[in-house]
Structure formats: C-alpha cells, structure tokens
C-alpha cells in the first residue's frame, strides 16, 4: 500500500484526493495545511478515520506512513515544498506547473537527482488513457503524419485580484494555468517547438489574461493555441494528418471522447477511438497510478510525462512570457 501525504487543502488537492480512492493501492496517509482546522476538515471530508492531520507541512513530510507528497500549493511556492520533500526522502508529485521558471524547474531535477527521489509533473493529460491511445496510433503511422494541432482551453475567471490565478506573486495569468496544456498537447503530438510567437492581453496587475500562440514544431509542424480568462472557449483539439483528422472533444486535456476521420477522398465518417484502459475518477487517478508503477520499478521518472518534457514546456513558457512581457516578483 502505497501512503499518500496531501500538502496544500485547496480545490484541486480535494479532488486528487478522492479520485486516489479508485487508485488499487492507494491510501491518503495525512494532509497538511497552514492550519490544523484546515487539514482536519479536508481528512473528515475524506471520511478517512486513518488519515493524519499536520497543522505544517514540514510535519507532514516528516510521517514516515507518507511514501509520495502530492505538491497541490500556488506554483511560486512548489520548488519549497519540493525541497522539503526530498529532505525527509519521499517522493514527489508536483501540480503544473512545476514552478514559476525553467531555472527553477531544473533545481527541482536537480534536488531529485541528489536525493534519488521519483519526480513528477502532475500533467494528467499525458497519463489520460485516451490521450495515450491517440499519441500510440499517431505514432504507428495509422492515422498518417500529424501535420497541424489547434488546442484552446479556458474559462471566465471571477475572482478577486487577491485570487491565486490572478495574483502575479502566486504565478498567475491564464498562459501558466491553462496555456500550459495545449503547448504539453502540442509538443507531445508535434515534436519539440522550434519557434514560438505570442500575443496577450494583460491585467492592470500584470499577469496575462488571453494569450495566443502560433507555433513551429520540429519537421514543419504548426500549432495555434490559446488560453483564455476571460470568456468561455470551445476546450477542444484538433490533430490534422497528412489522411485525416483527430478531434478530441471537450475538455481536450482530459477527454471524455476522441474521434478519427479519414478525408484522404472526401469527408469520411468520424470513428470513435477508443482507449483499453479505464480512466479512474476524473483522470487523477491515473497520474497517481503512473507514479506507482515508476516507483515500483525503481524510476526515478515517468516515461510518460518524462523531466525533458516538462523542462522544455517551462522553457517555452519562459520565452512566451518575455514576448508578452509578464515579469513575476523576484525575475
């Protein structure tokens, strides 16, 4: 049985938490919040009787029922708890993105590497089933040579500007929130970006609130990807091939279907694709599973959502972020 410690209480650290739940060994160990109240309340609402409450997290990652910590804080602040994790030797799952910067990406390798600790980004989209089933046939050269991606992804974000997305401190802006799943989308079925050009529009506060992105992949591949805080986008795919396309259905970046047309004569009919393994909770589950099975065999990262992957993602939003001019505190 694997022992899972929570740090951080927030939206996405409950739903991580319940989706453990269809994880076959899997067991959430403790949680630990800025307060005791908090993390007791995430642990009742759990309804796990065995589940330890930290009022700190330096507490939690000293439970040694805690095999993995999953990093669900702001993104400013997962370097910190990262580090605090791989001291107290437990391996680490870290909501996207990572950090704030590549720079600082590389010191969470690096501080893995040291400690000879598994890492991972908490990228579902790469550990989802479906997507997996895409990516494999792509490859096979069923679906011919993939040639064009349109990925978008957004939602009308109303929220104080104290809100953690919209917070500069904190890493907000829609490009690290949301911009970051169609650029990991991109990259996974294109190859690596080779030219990257942004626009946005940013809030008072600096942060982005729209972003698009038009992109060049490695053998001549183009993608145009968009993120959004301000409206309420379509959240699709597309994969165009030299024979056809993919479209993959809302919320692409974890999708409930994914259909294949072949157009090499004409329009043909759409055929559903279809993944062999099932997706557990929402998708979730799926990451946790894959951190599992890496740690059961003595990885230290994930095939599938590999360190290069994320480092090259962080790299881009980098450079996105410097042609749009959004500069975080501290940069």
């Not at 040694?64 to 990093?71: A, H």
């Not at 991606?149 to 929130?177: E, F, N, Q």
Request: aromatic share 6%; net charge negative.
């Amino acid at each position: 049985m694997t022992g899972w410690g929570i740090l951080a209480t927030g939206r996405i650290a409950h739903n991580f938490a319940r989706d453990l739940r269809e994880v076959p060994g899997a067991r959430v160990a403790a949680v630990g919040a800025r307060s005791l109240q908090r993390a007791r309340a995430f642990a009742e609402d759990l309804g796990d009787q065995d589940c330890a409450a930290y009022s700190s997290y330096a507490e939690l990652v000293k439970d040694p029922s805690v095999d993995v910590v999953y990093i669900a804080s702001p993104h400013s602040l997962h370097l910190e708890h990262a580090r605090l994790a791989f001291e107290a030797g437990k391996h680490v799952l870290c909501e996207k993105p990572v950090t704030l910067n590549q720079a600082d990406a590389l010191e969470m390798v690096r501080l893995a590497a040291e400690h000879d600790r598994f890492l991972m980004e908490a990228m579902w989209t790469l550990c989802h089933p479906l997507v997996i089933e895409i990516k494999r046939r792509l490859d096979s050269g069923e679906y011919g040579v993939p040639r064009q991606v349109h990925a978008d992804l957004g939602w009308y974000v109303d929220r104080p500007p104290t809100d953690r997305m919209l917070d500069p401190a904190l890493g907000g802006g829609a490009l690290l929130d949301m911009g970051i799943y169609p650029l990991t989308f991109a990259q996974l079925m294109l190859g690596d970006a080779e030219q990257l050009v942004a626009v946005a529009d940013l809030a008072e506060s600096g942060v982005d609130l729209d972003v698009s992105i038009a992109g060049r992949h490695t053998g001549g591949g183009t993608s145009a990807l968009t993120a959004s805080m301000t409206c309420w986008p379509s959240r699709t795919a597309t994969i165009a091939t030299t024979t056809g396309l993919i479209e993959v259905a809302p919320d692409f970046h974890h999708p409930p279907t994914a259909t294949w047309s072949r157009r090499v004569e004409g329009r043909g009919e759409a055929e559903p694709i279809v993944a062999t393994d099932p997706v557990l909770g929402r998708g979730y589950g799926n990451e946790a599973l894959e951190v599992m099975r890496c740690i059961d065999a003595g990885l230290t990262e994930s095939p599938l959502v590999p360190h290069a992957l994320t480092l090259a993602v962080m790299g881009q939003m980098d450079e996105l972020r410097r042609q749009v001019g959004v500069v975080y505190p501290g940069e």
